[in-house]
């Protein structure tokens, strides 16, 4: 007899080891915690065969709770070593998990290229618009105007919009969602996991204890509620006037789609290579 879902779950988690986590209280990092592992259980996965990669910052320490291979690297990073272990081991399914600072500030170059290769890798950038482990620094994805630790009178630069860069870098896959939208997150990072080639999946998820205190925004339930007032699918979303987007925040998928794949490619050059060697010898 099969046994129950949230046992089967409960199987994926270092429960024993690694529990209680470091996060602060009503963090979103458990919520998406919870949602990966669903994913990955409903993906049909084998734990022995997934590697989870991490950078640095609040993000970097998901990877420690979930009882699959793990490797927490270096900040801005986690895609190279991700690149490394997915070239060597293509029967792996390797996910990245990385913050907004460590995805798109030290490590936005490595994030545009590996999108642009669309390597077979599935891509969670948690963003909380903040490095909220260091201190609440500004990051890329802090808004226009918000308070940070390094802008104390108001951040000056404008914002990245993760989705639609790693869309038109070339990503095959790109999905947003929130952390109050839990069954909808459930369902993108399946659908991430599932699609051949580079998959994005970004997660909005509020870091009240910096952002949110800098900013006066009040607690974390209420910073999920704004999430949620201001949560529009995106079908919706593009048919809005742009008057009427003004503070509106997309989710839903972004771009769905199948274009050459890195790992393929690689293949095919090592045979031609292996040929060619061959025939020299002959």
């Known amino acids: 007899m099969s046994r129950p879902h949230h046992q089967v779950v409960y199987d994926w988690l270092r429960h024993d080891k690694k ?7 009503g963090c979103g990092l458990g919520i998406l915690l919870g949602s990966m592992v669903r994913a990955m259980v409903a993906s049909g996965l084998d734990k022995n065969q997934v590697v989870l990669v991490s950078g640095i910052g609040c993000t970097g320490r998901l990877p420690v709770y979930v009882d699959v291979n793990s490797i927490h690297t270096t900040h801005g990073r986690a895609l ?8 060597y081991r293509p029967d792996l399914t390797v996910i990245v998990v990385m913050g907004d600072g460590d995805a798109t500030a030290i490590g936005g170059n490595h994030l545009i290229h590996a999108a642009r290769r669309n390597l077979d890798l599935t891509t969670v950038i948690v963003n909380n618009q903040t490095y909220g482990m260091t201190g609440g620094q ?3 994805t802090t808004p226009l105007g918000a308070r940070a630790t ?3 009178y108001g951040h000056i630069e404008p914002s990245f919009d993760i989705s639609q860069l790693t869309a038109t870098a070339g990503a095959a896959f790109v999905a947003r969602s929130t952390v109050y939208h839990v069954t909808r997150l459930d369902n993108l990072l399946r659908r991430a996991i599932e699609h051949p080639g580079f998959g994005v999946v970004e997660v909005l998820s509020p870091c009240h204890t910096n952002f949110g205190r800098q900013n006066k925004l009040g607690s974390q339930v209420d910073m999920l ?12 979303w593009k048919k809005m006037v742009p008057g009427d987007r003004e503070g509106a925040i997309p989710i839903g998928v972004w771009v769905d789609r199948e274009l050459p794949r890195y790992l393929a490619s690689y293949a095919g050059v090592c045979r031609r290579a292996q040929r060619l060697r061959h025939e020299a010898k002959t």
């Not at 190279?80 to 070239?87: D, E, P, R, S, W």
């Open 150 to 152: 390094t802008a104390p």
């Open 80 to 87: 190279c070593f991700a690149t490394g272990i997915k070239l």
């Open 138 to 140: 500004s990051s890329p």
């Open 19 to 25: 529990f209680p986590h470091v996060w602060c209280p």
């Open 225 to 236: 509620k704004d999430l949620k007032r201001r949560a529009v699918r995106i079908e919706r």
